[in-house]
């Protein structure tokens, strides 16, 4: 089993734990279930192996402390809660990360500090070298200051980014739910979990469905982005339940438990991780089959001969998906051209390019080295 083996043998891993389950439902903080993840986590640091801690529960443990009995529905109120929040998050993880002898240190970041290469470089240095002195570092999004355009939204995808931004070897999604199930298991008693997912097809895509509880953020969804940019930079990546006992122990001996994403073989190089993740994504463009199989399988650059469609509103230098025949995203990258250039030149050969559009003439719509194959 390949997925089981790379988190048996991860040394460096993400452990990402969602709200609902660090909080009760009332919104206040699960301190039990707290403190069973720190003695986890705190032993897995024990074992010689390096792990960055992406916490949520700031917007949870903030209205547990400002006595609110409901989500504020205003940003500007919801960045109050997670600015309250975080402190009395920190403070708690502080206390009981010092019992077990471990140093922990805040990290906040938002989508920007991946998007803009040279933050990426210093948020990942900042990172490494916490690694380095035996710090934890505890991540959550830095919700207080976040908006719309520099906004992850979810701590899945920020997980993804982060063990991306690291190079990880695991990433450990904690959850309400023990992984992905072959179809809804609260309404169907006969669905299944599902132990590995070497692909994540359109099929599986749809099995993950909409958001999830009234607490956290993600569900299914966000999940199934992140083991896409995750496993494609190379991170075995599993989803399993918080709640149940040892849940991260027996997972990095390789039990049997949640549902594991296995890496994809070739590592991204930094900079490509971090155009898979990092860029904003502007639009969309179609290949015929023949394009996708090159793509796929030679790595090849993307021509305009296999365009069959384009969407989206994006200019020369933007980054955009590259889907293929079913609708699946097969890459991701910087497109040469814009959009309506595009729609000119998609179905034509090269060698017709100079009929069809004046000024610079680039061969590839989109170059292999400014190109990440998500699939
Ligand atoms: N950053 C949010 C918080 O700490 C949580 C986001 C999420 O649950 O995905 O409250």
Redesign the pocket.
């Known amino acids: 089993m390949q997925g089981r083996q790379g988190l048996q043998e991860a040394q460096r891993i993400v452990v990402k734990v ?3 389950t660090l909080a009760h439902r009332t919104g206040k903080l699960n301190l039990y279930r707290i403190e069973q993840l720190v003695r986890e986590i705190a032993d897995i640091a024990n074992q010689g192996k390096e792990v960055l801690f992406v ?8 209205m547990g402390h400002l006595g609110l009995r409901q989500k504020p529905s205003s940003i500007a109120e919801k960045q109050v ?2 600015a309250c ?2 402190g009395v ?1 920190m403070h708690i993880y502080e206390k009981l990360f010092a019992e077990y002898g471990q140093v922990v240190g805040q990290v906040l970041l938002t989508r920007e500090n991946a998007m803009r290469h040279n933050q990426y470089q210093h948020s990942r240095t900042a990172l490494l070298t916490m690694l380095s002195m035996g710090i934890i570092p505890i991540i ?2 830095n ?1 207080a200051v976040a908006v719309d355009e520099i906004k992850i ?6 997980s993804a980014m982060v063990a991306t931004l690291v190079d990880a070897d695991a990433l450990v999604i904690l959850s309400d739910i023990e992984g992905l199930y072959t179809a809804n298991p609260t309404t169907h008693a006969d669905a299944k979990l599902i132990h590995e997912i070497p692909d994540i097809t359109p099929a599986v895509e749809q099995l993950a469905g909409g958001a999830g509880s009234a ?4 569900g299914m969804a ?1 999940k199934i982005e992140a083991a896409k940019v995750a496993t494609s930079a190379g991170v075995t990546m599993a989803i399993a339940k918080g709640s149940r006992p040892h849940v991260l122990r027996d997972l990095l001996l390789g039990k049997e438990i949640g549902t594991v994403f296995p890496a994809r073989e070739a590592h991204l190089k930094v900079r490509k991780s971090w155009l898979a993740f990092g860029k904003d994504l502007r639009g969309d463009i179609c290949v015929d089959a023949g394009c996708e199989r090159a793509m796929r399988d030679q790595g090849s650059s993307l021509l305009a001969a296999g365009i069959t469609g384009c969407e989206g509103d994006f200019a020369a230098g933007n980054t955009v998906r590259v889907l293929g025949a079913s609708g699946q995203e097969i890459a991701r990258g910087i497109v040469n051209y814009d959009i309506e250039t595009l729609k000119k030149l998609m179905g034509h050969q090269t060698g017709e390019f100079p009929q069809l559009l004046q000024g610079e003439i680039k061969e590839e719509v989109i170059h292999r080295d400014n190109m990440v194959l998500m699939v």
């Open positions: 969602g709200s609902s916490s949520s529960g700031a917007q949870a443990a903030g809660i997670a929040g975080q998050l959550n999004e919700d939204g979810d701590n899945d995808n920020l607490i956290g953020t993600g966000t």
